[in-house]
T-cell receptor
Framework: QKEVEQNSGPLSVPEGAIASLNCTYS??????FFWYRQYSGKSPELIMS????GDKEDGRFTAQLNKASQYVSLLIRDSQPSDSATYLC?????????????FGRGTQLTVWP | DTGVSQNPRHKITKRGQNVTFRCDPI?????LYWYRQTLGQGPEFLTY????????KSRLLSDRFSAERPKGSFSTLEIQRTEQGDSAMYLC?????????????FGPGTRLTVT
């Protein structure tokens, strides 16, 4: 069973702070890693993808991947109240299940003004 | 480029009834996925298609569930003899599936309530 674990939260940060979200995965064959944002009652929205070790920046978001440690994280700089949502980590593996994503349970983030 | 669309957005049905959901992927996306999400959980994979071929089905997909993607365009997910445990958000996603890019984009979902 391929597992994706996220810190359960909830995570609460003040406006303007850096929010740090973490995710670990069990399958060393994992090749693709994604962060989705999900507002209450809505569907997941893709915000970041990362495929190789290191950092990937997109605006206020930075994804970090360490395959040796089987760890992926998302940093949100200058957090805004509109960032308040559940953040889902998703992992894709190679092989016959190519395409299927395994999701964590999500970390609920609250950014207070 | 329009996003993934799903219909209906909400469905309330009585236990034992059959329901069918539709998903229209992003145009020219050849991969289409179905997931199910319950409260407090991440989406769980159900099945996926590459063009019209159904390439994988999760063990979560019991015999009461069937999915089709005729002509490789829209897809339908049917649940027969619904049970209260089927109450969930049913999510459809699509991806271009080219090279190493498997970025999946989700539709708005269909929320099913079985009474």
């Amino acid at each position: 069973q391929k597992e994706v674990e996220q810190n359960s939260g909830p995570l609460s940060v003040p406006e303007g702070a850096i929010a740090s979200l973490n995710c670990t995965y069990s399958d060393r064959g994992s090749q693709s890693f994604f962060w989705y944002r999900q507002y209450s009652g809505k569907s997941p929205e893709l915000i970041m993808s990362i495929y190789s070790n290191g950092d990937k920046e997109d605006g206020r978001f930075t994804a970090q991947l360490n395959k040796a440690s089987q760890y992926v994280s998302l940093l949100i700089r200058d957090s805004q109240p509109s960032d308040s949502a559940t953040y889902l980590c998703a992992v894709g593996t190679r092989g016959s299940t190519l395409g299927r994503l395994y999701f964590g349970r999500g970390t609920q983030l609250t950014v207070w003004p | 480029d329009t996003g993934v669309s799903q219909n209906p957005r909400h469905k309330i049905t009585k236990r034992g009834q059959n329901v069918t959901f539709r998903c229209d992927p992003i145009s020219e996306h050849n991969r289409l996925y179905w997931y199910r999400q319950t409260l407090g959980q991440g989406p769980e994979f159900l099945t996926y298609f590459q063009n019209e071929a159904q390439l994988e089905k999760s063990r979560l997909l019991s015999d009461r569930f069937s999915a089709e993607r005729p002509k490789g365009s829209f897809s339908t997910l049917e649940i027969q003899r619904t049970e209260q445990g089927d109450s969930a958000m049913y999510l459809c996603a699509s991806s271009a599936g080219q090279g190493a890019t498997y970025e999946q984009y989700f539709g708005p979902g269909t929320r099913l309530t079985v009474t």
